[in-house]
């Protein structure tokens, strides 16, 4: 009896210490996948252990989580950092211009030909930066999804011919006439404000940068429609080809003018939106045009 006492006595112990020792090594596995997390790691060792092996894989997920949310955060955060600095640097040279001829005008020596001159100038000025407020306005609204389009299937005759209005009297002060083809009026899928908004966004282009008529055609696709928007001004450098449609991108030849390089990209964002895009085809100094694709 006592040799069996003393038998089970040692199988306890045995059996206690056999747990001890996992206990122990699942304990030092575990405090190494905390300090490989700490240390930023990304790999573990792998352990025989079924349940710590869960573990590692999980560990590893998280750091994989974690690393890409951070990631994402740094690419957000330097994105909102360039977006402010191109802003800046945008409104930077109209409120410039406002601010001089503000204070020539306080300062009193001026003729009063120079003062009407300086306010039109500020007026100029303070147009421009409500455009680019505007437009930013829209941008970023697009972008976040706080505004929804919403395209339908509809002719676009009356959206093309609501566009060419906005811009007449634009176009008549620089002797522009805009020149329709015949086309027959089709229903293609679009969002008749914002797709006018692309259109009007393109003809004030063409108008800024050309002093001669502009033509509008159409022509049918097997899935789509383009709407070709054609002026013969100073043209697009082929290598700015893939770039004006970025955020404040301005062209080598679009220096000269007035501009905040938003209105292409809106041009982008609305017929990405809806299904569309946008591409452009030019000869600098010859013609620039712009063909606006519409799901049929």
Request: with cysteine; glycine share 6%.
């Amino acid at each position: 009896m006592v040799i069996v006492i003393t038998i089970a006595v040692l199988l306890v112990i045995v059996a206690g210490f056999a747990c001890y020792l996992y206990a122990r090594k699942a304990y030092n596995d575990v405090e190494n996948i905390l300090d490989a997390i700490l240390a930023g790691e990304r790999q573990f060792e792998a352990t025989g252990e079924k349940r710590v092996s869960k573990l590692a894989h999980k560990a590893g997920r998280i750091m994989d989580m974690y690393i890409s949310e951070t990631a994402q955060t740094k690419q957000e955060k330097e994105l909102l950092q360039g977006f402010i600095s191109d802003m800046s640097h945008q409104m930077k040279t109209p409120l410039a211009g406002i601010a001089m001829y503000a204070d020539l005008l306080i300062e009193g020596n001026t003729s009063p030909t120079e003062q009407a001159e300086f306010l039109t100038r500020i007026k100029s000025g303070t147009d421009n930066l409500q455009w680019m407020m505007e437009s930013l306005i829209k941008m970023s609204r697009l972008e976040v999804g706080a505004i929804q389009l919403s395209p339908v299937c509809q002719n676009i005759k009356q959206t093309i011919t609501d566009s060419i209005s906005t811009v007449l009297a634009a176009a008549a002060q620089k002797g522009i006439e805009i020149e329709v083809g015949d086309f027959e009026d089709v229903p293609l899928v679009h969002d008749k404000r914002w797709t006018q908004e692309a259109i009007v966004n393109i003809l004030e282009n063409a108008i800024k940068y050309s002093s001669k008529n502009i033509c509008i055609s159409l022509e049918a696709l097997p899935l789509y429609t383009k709407i070709i928007i054609t002026d013969y001004g100073i043209g697009i450098d082929r290598s700015d080809w893939h770039l004006i449609f970025k955020r404040f991108y301005r062209g080598k030849n679009a220096k000269a003018a007035d501009g905040a390089g938003l209105g292409l990209y809106l041009v982008a964002l609305i017929m990405e939106k809806q299904g569309g895009y946008v591409m452009v085809d030019s000869v600098v100094g010859e013609y620039t045009s712009f063909s606006l694709f519409l799901q049929n």
